[in-house]
């Protein structure tokens, strides 16, 4: 079982976001927080590790960034998030499957978001005809 630490995650400007850990649980929900000093503007990174009712193993991962602007009142600046992007992952397993299925199926979501498809249907938002 990994040790809940840091998480160093590169975006597509390549800058780097680095998830922090918040709170660890022992319900199997798990909370990393990037902190832009800012907590309303904090990204969020959910990672959930538990069984369906069905009995399958379940990883949910959830990513959560929200975007800041500064408003300025009298000369007072504040932050107000004006946008937030979210994304949810999930993958499920059967207690038979083996480590090298569960990496198939992650590396197939990996090529899939990296693909031409991939940037047409998240980064462009485009509809398949």
């Not at 040790?3 to 680095?18: C, D, I, M, R």
């Not at 207690?95 to 047409?120: C, I, K």
């Amino acid at each position: 079982m990994p040790q809940l630490a840091p998480v160093s995650l590169k975006a597509g400007n390549a800058v780097v976001h680095t998830f922090k850990p918040k709170s660890p649980s022992a319900s199997g929900t798990n909370t990393l927080t990037e902190n832009n000093g800012v907590p309303a503007g904090d990204g969020r990174l959910v990672i959930t590790t538990n069984r369906t009712p069905a009995g399958r193993n379940k990883v949910s991962v959830k990513l959560v960034m929200p975007v800041l602007s500064a408003v300025t009142t009298g000369g007072t600046s504040d932050y107000k998030v004006v946008r937030t992007a979210y994304a949810d992952l999930t993958f499920q397993f059967d207690d038979t499957s083996t480590t090298a299925e569960r990496l198939d199926m992650r590396s197939l979501v990996n090529s899939l978001t990296g693909s031409t498809l991939g940037e047409q249907i998240i980064d462009a938002l485009e509809g398949l005809y």
